[in-house]
């Protein structure tokens, strides 16, 4: 009896995860219930993109200037971010990127980066190797992209609204210290050595955001050769659990227009998924 209870709450608790699951294409939400005196809302961004992919719809602008405030993963509109980011770029206990690979891979390495990037390895020695993924997204999107979040930031200035951070600077860089440096490197070669692949799979990234199919983006995120690498974790659903407490404290303090990558939306351990869990209401706005 004992065991066919407990497999009949196993059941149920799989049931009801299921059913916090997000099924609607969507990449706005609006957010209510749960004490809110009016609702919040969260979209899901594409941190960059090409302008011929950038859209910001009517609905989401308007929907933005029924809000107060704007919260990022981190503070864009922090004017001392860069500097922090300066600060805290380097890897710990003074390691260094020609540590982390062979002779020959640091040699091509650092030819990819002046051949494609117009900057050799030098200044980024120390920097942990994530940092470096950054200047190559270019050369991944051939295009001089545009961000999402800078746009956001921008539309928050015209109303006036304050621009804060779900997420502190010095938690998101620390993410890099829990993932072995030497895997991130491995990371950065294989992005590197395998460019085609790389725009082949963006391209379908950003197909998929254009669809707005937050489920299949976030299977697709899972599975990326460039991506997660095994650390959906601590990269992913820790922080979509931590996100949880500091949104509605955010929301019940006023009404926010949320803005975090689409990864974080869908599946049983997405935000979405997790408000509901915790009692708001999350619905789709088209």
């Known amino acids: 009896m004992n065991r066919f209870l407990l497999l009949l709450v196993f ?22 219930g749960r004490g809110l005196a009016k609702p919040s809302y969260l979209f899901g961004t594409i941190h960059l993109i090409c302008p011929t992919d950038f859209s910001l719809s009517d609905s989401l602008k308007s929907t933005l200037a029924r809000t107060q405030q704007v919260a990022l993963e981190m503070d864009m509109d922090d004017p ?39 900057v050799g390895l030098a200044m980024f020695e120390r920097a942990k190797p994530f940092v470096l993924m950054g200047p ?13 979040e800078m746009a ?10 304050e621009v804060i951070g779900i997420e502190t600077l010095e938690e998101q860089m620390a993410i890099f210290d829990t993932i072995p440096y030497k895997d991130q490197a491995k990371m950065l070669l294989n992005l590197i050595d395998s460019l085609p692949s790389a725009r082949k799979e963006f391209k379908s990234l950003v197909a998929l955001y254009k669809t707005q ?10 599975k990326s ?24 404290r ?24 997790l408000l509901r869990k915790s009692g708001f209401t999350v619905k789709a706005v088209n």
């Open 11 to 32: 059941c149920l608790s799989s049931i009801i995860s299921r059913a916090q699951v997000p099924t609607e294409n969507s990449l706005l939400w609006e957010i209510s």
């Open 80 to 118: 001392g971010m860069m500097a922090g980011m300066m600060k805290m770029m380097n890897m710990a206990a003074g390691n260094e990127l020609k540590k982390l690979v062979t002779e020959q891979e640091y040699q091509r390495l650092d030819r990819f980066f002046k051949d494609s990037v117009h």
């Open 136 to 148: 190559l997204f270019n050369t991944v999107l051939d295009c001089q992209p545009q961000s999402y």
């Open 152 to 161: 956001l930031v921008e539309l928050a200035g015209k109303q006036k609204s």
């Open 213 to 222: 199919n937050i489920n299949e983006l976030y299977g697709m995120t899972l």
């Open 225 to 248: 050769e460039f991506g997660m690498e095994g650390n959906e974790e601590v990269m992913l659903f820790a922080r979509n659990q931590k996100w949880i407490p500091r949104i509605r």
């Open 250 to 273: 955010i929301a019940s303090a006023k009404p926010t227009f949320f803005a975090v990558g689409a990864a974080h939306l869908g599946g049983e351990k997405g935000v979405i998924a």
